[in-house]
Each structure stands twice: as C-alpha cells, then as structure tokens.
C-alpha cells in the first residue's frame, strides 16, 4: 500500500531588513550593488547577489545574459562559481539575492537550476546554506538550507559515484 510523505519547508518572512543583524543587512546592501553589473540587455531583469564565506571572505555576482539565451547565468550561480573557482574548500554561509527593481512584498526566489547547484555545494561542504532574499526596502525571505528548497533532488549518490 502506498504511503503518503510530507516534506515540510521552514522558512522566516522578516518585514524588512531592519529585522536582520548587521552583517545580513551588509550582505543585501552588497546584493543590490551588485546588481549594478548585471549584464541583462534580453530580459532587462538586473538581478544581484551576494554571497558570505564561513572565513568572512564576501563574492559579490550579477546575472549574465548571452544572445544564446540558455548560455546566460544567475546572478546566484555567478557568485557561487566565482567563489568556488578561487577558495575550492571554502564553506558557504550565506547567499543574499536582491532585484532592485522589483518593488512589493514578494522577494525573488532562486530559479531551479540554481537550487541544484546549491544543493551540490552544500553536499560539497557537508553543510547547508542560508538564502536571504530580499526586497529593497521591504521584506526579506530567510531559508535555511537549498535541500529542502529542492527537495527529492538529484545528486551524485544516484550517479553511483562520489565527487572527488
Ligand atoms: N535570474 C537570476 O539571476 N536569478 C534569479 O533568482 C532569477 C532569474 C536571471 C536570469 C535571467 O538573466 C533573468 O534573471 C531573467 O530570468
């Protein structure tokens, strides 16, 4: 007989970024700025992040657009890669994402291609990351680890290999 599971998603909704502590203020603040280097001439959707390294190192990083669409990147994975390019046995704390543009209540929230990454760098580090997402002057999503933002994912267990 089947058996129904629930996976159940915890999050924190902060009204706004004076709820937060200083340095996840700094790091939304470093998001936003980022943003400014977006390359997105297509979607004109200029998207920031931000991204905090256990040893205080901070990876700012934009979206980048290409003509060929699909070869474009995130502004999470851009930040995400950079910083795995340079401190390969680094240990993400924290990503802060900001569009400034957008206006409202609702943050933007990470595409699923970033997700997977996410997920792969937190089994990379055996730790999980903190997303902040934040509106500017307005609220900011906290989540707690990427697992459970893609949850049943696929990882390299299934592979039957183990990254090296
Ligand atoms: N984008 C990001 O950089 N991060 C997100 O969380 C959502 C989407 C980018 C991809 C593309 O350059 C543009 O926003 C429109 O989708």
Not at 24 to 50: C, H, I, Q, T
């Amino acid at each position: 007989m089947a058996q129904t599971r629930k996976i159940a998603l915890h999050y924190l909704q902060h009204a706004s970024w004076s709820a937060l502590p200083a340095e996840d203020r700094e790091l939304l603040e470093l998001a936003a700025k980022a943003a400014r280097n977006a390359y997105a001439p297509y979607s004109k959707f200029k998207v920031g992040a931000a991204l905090r390294m256990e040893s205080g190192e901070i990876v700012p990083g934009s979206n980048q657009e290409n003509a060929s669409f699909p070869a474009g990147t995130c502004a999470e994975r851009t930040a995400l890669h950079a910083a795995m390019a340079v401190l390969p046995k680094g240990v993400v704390e924290s990503i802060a994402v900001v569009v400034p543009q957008v206006k409202g209540s609702k943050p933007v929230t990470p595409c699923g291609i970033c997700r997977q990454a996410m997920v792969e760098q937190e089994r990379r580090q055996g730790g999980p990351i903190r997303l902040l997402l934040g509106v500017v002057k307005g609220p900011v999503i906290e989540t707690f680890s990427a697992e459970t933002l893609l949850p049943l994912s696929f990882d390299s267990s299934q592979l039957g290999k183990k990254p090296r």
